[in-house]
């Protein structure tokens, strides 16, 4: 599975941004997914995920009411919508795929795939 992460940018703090993971070579339908982020000198950590069939979502305690995860399987994408956003979500984000079943795992070494990044900027 190839993932290509879109839709990063710089944004002022209480704005939005969308980004879209979009998945080739491989059906998205039988992973579950992540997003994960991170920071300058900081430890990737994750974000928000969801199940396979998009039954599940959990989210980082900091991002709750924020943040939206959700996903489309005919059309291979998985999107995280960033509402209200801090100057303390500025980081590169990844979106990443791992076999279903595992209950949406915190720990990034458990994921099987991965995206390039995107780098989301939020100014205060």
């Known amino acids: 599975v190839q993932l290509q992460a879109s839709g990063g940018g710089l944004v002022q703090a209480g704005g939005s941004l969308r980004l879209s993971c979009a998945a080739s070579?491989?059906?998205?339908?039988?992973?579950?997914m992540g997003w994960f982020r991170q920071a300058l000198r900081k430890d990737r950590e994750f974000v928000a995920g969801?199940?396979?069939?998009?039954?599940?979502?959990k989210y980082v305690d900091s991002v709750k009411g924020r943040f939206t995860i959700s996903r489309n399987n005919a059309e291979n994408t998985v999107y995280l919508q960033m509402n209200g956003l801090k100057p303390e979500d500025t980081a590169v984000y990844y979106c990443?795929?791992?076999?279903?079943?595992?209950?949406?795992?915190?720990?990034?070494?458990?994921?099987?795939?991965w995206g390039q990044g995107t780098q989301v900027t939020v100014s205060s």
């Open positions: 070579g491989r059906t998205l339908s039988i992973y579950d």
């Open positions: 990443a795929a791992v076999r279903a079943g595992l209950g949406l795992p915190l720990i990034r070494n458990l994921y099987d795939y």
């Open positions: 969801i199940t396979w069939g998009g039954g599940m979502t």
